[in-house]
């Protein structure tokens, strides 16, 4: 993740309510595609990220979505009580802010932990915050222009990628990422295949590298429509 998670699951979280919202993070996830996070060096997807279960955190394998006392029945938290789990977590950090209101670590912090809950809108106040005092930080601007995509901000990302890639070339999250909104934002295959194309070209051995391949494949069907135009056949 980009600098840190934010902290660890908090103790007031049922292991089910912890292991729901993992579930539910992954399969938001997989909706558009998988982007990844800006600190990362090449890792896990960036779309909100599971955070671990109770049963993790103390060694324990997580139970199944079929076992347990509920009958295998398995409710996903509201958005409300995503907030209220992430204001949770957020509490001590926002005490680090009171005695140094500058720290565009703990900003870029909070930002990862509200991004995780899905809460794109405050995610992007507190990476935009941490920026104003440290703008060439290209791997928290490339977290925030994930969150303007999944905010559906598509012009805004695509600048802030432009900006993360101008301070750091050779950043490979910030290009896999800048390709995936250009091809599902706007439809811009040639400039999503571009930016593929020069991430395996500059980095042979990106970790993601099977990925990238996949998705120069599937964007392909694609590369005679021109930008913007609409198709029915589904982009993944």
Known sequence: M???????TPQSWTSTQAYVMAVL????GC???YLLRGSMGGGSASAPAPVATAEQQQGMPPTGMGGGG??????SPSPEQMKAMADKQAAPLLEQLKSNPNDAGVLAQLGNLYYDAQIFPVAIDYYQKALAIDPKKASVRTDLATALFYNKDPEHSIA???????DDPKNGNALFNRGIVKWQGK???NGALADWELLLKQDPNYEQADKVRMYIAQAKKHANMKPGEKTDKPAM
């Not at 509920?70 to 409710?75: D, I, K, S």
């Open 2 to 8: 980009a600098e840190t998670n934010g902290g660890n």
């Open 25 to 28: 993070c992954l399969v938001v």
């Open 187 to 189: 439809m811009d295959v």
């Open 31 to 33: 909706a558009v595609g």
């Open 160 to 166: 802030e990628f432009d900006r993360a890639l101008k």
């Open 70 to 75: 509920m009958g295998g029945q398995q409710q």
